[in-house]
C-alpha cells in the first residue's frame, strides 16, 4: 500500500490535477473562512458541481475543498475572533487572543502548519489501517452490516446531542424512516409514497443533504445578522516557528491520535475531536491557567486534531460505507453519484482508490500550507464582506444543485421542505448529523435486516451467535448503557478498585 501512495503521490501531478486542487483547496479555505458556510455545505455544493466531471478529478476537487473548509475556520478565529464553525471556536479562545496581542501572523502560521501536520497523520492512518479494516469488513454478513448501520446510528446520536442523547437518538431513526420511502429493493412494494410517482423511486440524498444543512444555516445567519461583529486584525510575520511545535511534539501527537480516533467513529466529526484535544491539551499543560490568554498550544492541538479527523473519518467511508463525519457523508454520497461503491469490495473494483485517496490528501496538506498563509492577508478582506449578500448566493447554489440532479423541480421542494424542518428540530434541540447519517445509512440497515432474516428462516440467531456481530451487538448495549449516571457511576466505582488493587498487589512485591 505505501508504495501504491508514493507511485499515486507522482502521478497525480499534472497541470489540470493540480489546478482543479488548488482551485478547491482556495475555495475551501474562503467557505471555512467566511461565518456561516461550513466544509459539510462546501462538500455537498460541490458534489452536485462535478458529478459530471471523471471519478478521479471529482475526488481531487472533493478532497481539496473538504481539506480547505475544515482548515479555513482558523483564520476567523483568529483574525475576528468569530469562529467558522464548531472546531474553529476551540482554536478561537487562544487564536483571537493572540492577534489582540499583535502575534495574528504567529498564530495564523501555527495553525496552518498544525493543519498540514494535523491531515498528514489521517492520511498515514489511512493507509495504515483501511487494508486491515478491509480484511475484516470481507468477514461481514447482512447480520453485521445491519449492526454496524444501527451502532453508526446510535452512537452518533448519543455523541451529537450529549445532554439528551434520546434525541439524537430520535433524530437517527426519523433518517432511517426516510431512506424507507419509496420501492423496497426485495418485493418490490412501494411504501410511503402517498401516491405520488415521485417518490417511487426513494429520496435523493442530494437534496436531504442541501436542505438539511444549507437551509437551516442560511436561516440562521440571516436572522442573526445583527449580532454579527468582529474586529480585523493586522497580520504581522507568517513564517513558522518550528522550534515551538517542536517542544509541543507530544502533544502534536496526542492530538493526532485524538483526531484518527474521533474520526473513525461514525458520524461525530471534527468539532469533537478539536475539543477533545483541546480539553486534553489543557489538562495536560502545567500552566493551564494560560490557556484562552494567548497560549500557542491551544491553538497547534485543535488545529492537529481536526485535520487528523479527516483521513480517520474517510476510513469508514471506503471500508465499511459508514460515514465518519458530516463531510465524510457528503463524500460518500459523491461516491455513490460517481458509481463508487465503498466497502469491503473497493480493493477489488479499484485496486489504487485508497491509496489515490491518501495521494489526494498529502497533495491538499500541502495545498493549504502554500494558498493558508499565502491568502492569509486576503482573509482580511473577504471576512468584510456583507453576509446579507453570501447567504442568498449560497442559496442559490443550493437550489440549482439539487434542481441538476435529473434536472427534477421536485428536488428543489424536497429540499426546501427538508431544510425548513431540519430548521425547527434543530431549535427544539435535535442535532441534524444523526438524521443524515439515518438517511445515508437507512437502505443498509433495512436490506441487511430483512435479509439476515429470511436468511434465518426469522431466527435472530445471526445477530448473538458470530462473533463479530456479537462484538457489535455488546459495542451497542455500552453505548447505550453509558447515557444511564448510575452505569456511569458503577462503572467508575469498579474502575477505581480495579486500580487500587492493582497498585496494592505492586506495592506488596
Known amino acids: ?27 475551501g479555505i474562503i467557505f471555512g473562512a467566511l461565518p456561516g458556510l461550513t466544509a459539510t455545505l462546501a462538500v455537498a455544493l460541490l458534489s452536485t458541481v462535478t458529478f459530471t466531471l471523471p471519478v478521479e478529478l471529482a475526488m481531487i ?71 486491515i479494516l478491509i480484511q475484516l469488513a470481507l468477514q461481514f454478513t447482512s447480520a453485521e ?53 415521485q417518490l417511487a423511486g426513494g429520496i435523493d440524498i442530494v437534496p436531504v443533504i442541501l436542505g438539511g444543512f444549507a437551509i437551516p444555516q442560511i436561516i440562521r445567519v440571516l436572522r442573526d445578522l445583527d449580532d454579527q461583529v468582529g474586529n480585523v486584525r493586522t497580520v504581522n510575520s ?51 491557567e494560560t490557556f484562552g490568554k494567548g497560549n500557542p498550544t491551544g491553538v497547534i492541538c485543535p488545529e492537529v486534531a481536526n485535520n487528523a479527523c479527516i483521513g480517520g473519518a474517510i476510513i469508514p467511508v471506503l471500508t465499511l460505507g459508514i460515514p465518519g463525519s458530516p463531510p465524510a457523508a457528503m463524500l460518500l454520497g459523491a461516491l455513490n453519484l460517481h458509481g463508487v461503491r465503498p466497502g469491503p469490495m473497493l480493493s477489488f473494483e479499484f485496486p489504487n482508490f485508497i491509496a489515490q485517496m491518501g495521494a489526494m490528501l498529502f497533495w491538499a496538506a500541502i495545498g493549504i500550507f502554500v494558498l493558508g498563509l499565502s491568502m492569509a492577508r486576503l482573509s482580511v478582506m473577504v471576512l468584510r464582506l456583507p453576509t446579507a449578500i453570501l447567504m442568498p448566493v449560497v442559496a442559490f447554489l443550493a437550489t440549482l444543485g439539487s434542481w441538476a440532479l435529473g434536472l427534477n423541480l421536485f428536488n428543489v421542494y424536497l429540499m426546501l ?12 434541540g435535535y442535532p441534524v448529523a444523526p438524521l443524515v447519517i439515518g438517511v445515508l445509512l437507512g437502505s443498509m440497515a433495512d ?37 444511564n449516571e448510575a452505569f456511569k457511576r458503577g462503572l467508575g466505582r469498579g474502575w477505581e478498585r480495579l486500580f487500587r488493587g492493582f497498585r496494592f498487589r505492586q506495592s506488596a512485591a
Open 238 to 288: 507568517l513564517w513558522p516557528r518550528w522550534g515551538e511545535l517542536w517542544k509541543r511534539k507530544f502533544g502534536i501527537v496526542r492530538s493526532g491520535a485524538i483526531g484518527v480516533g474521533v474520526g473513525v467513529i461514525p458520524g461525530v466529526g471534527e468539532d469533537i475531536a478539536a475539543w477533545a484535544s483541546y480539553d486534553a491539551a489543557k489538562k495536560a499543560d502545567p500552566h493551564p
Open 61 to 131: 476537487a472533493l478532497i481539496g475543498a473538504y481539506v480547505g473548509a475544515i482548515y479555513g475556520p482558523s483564520h476567523a478565529s483568529i483574525l475576528l475572533g468569530i469562529p467558522g464553525s464548531a472546531a474553529g471556536a476551540a482554536t478561537a479562545l487562544d487564536g483571537y487572543a493572540m492577534a489582540q496581542q499583535g502575534r495574528a501572523g504567529e498564530a495564523i502560521a501555527m495553525s496552518t502548519t498544525a493543519s498540514v501536520i494535523g491531515t498528514i497523520v489521517g492520511l498515514f492512518a489511512l493507509i495504515a489501517f483501511s487494508p
Open 145 to 197: 452490516f445491519f449492526l454496524l448501520a444501527l451502532f453508526g446510528v446510535l452512537i452518533c446520536g448519543s455523541l451529537t446531542s450529549p445532554d439528551m442523547p434520546a434525541k439524537g437518538w430520535i433524530a437517527g431513526l426519523l433518517g432511517l424512516l426516510v431512506a424507507s420511502v419509496g420501492m423496497e429493493t426485495i418485493q418490490g412494494y412501494p411504501r410511503f409514497t402517498f401516491g405520488l410517482p
Open 1 to 27: 500500500m505505501l508504495a501504491s501512495f508514493i507511485h499515486e503521490i507522482f502521478a497525480m501531478v499534472t497541470p489540470l490535477n493540480m489546478a482543479v486542487m488548488a482551485g478547491a483547496v482556495t475555495l
Open 447 to 483: 436490506v441487511s435486516l430483512r435479509r439476515a432474516l429470511l436468511g434465518s428462516t426469522g431466527s435472530i440467531e445471526p445477530f448473538v451467535t458470530r462473533p463479530v456481530a456479537m462484538v457489535l451487538l455488546a459495542l451497542i448495549v455500552v453505548s447505550l448503557c453509558l447515557q
Open 417 to 428: 421542505g427538508f431544510g425548513v424542518v431540519v430548521y425547527l428540530l434543530e431549535e427544539i
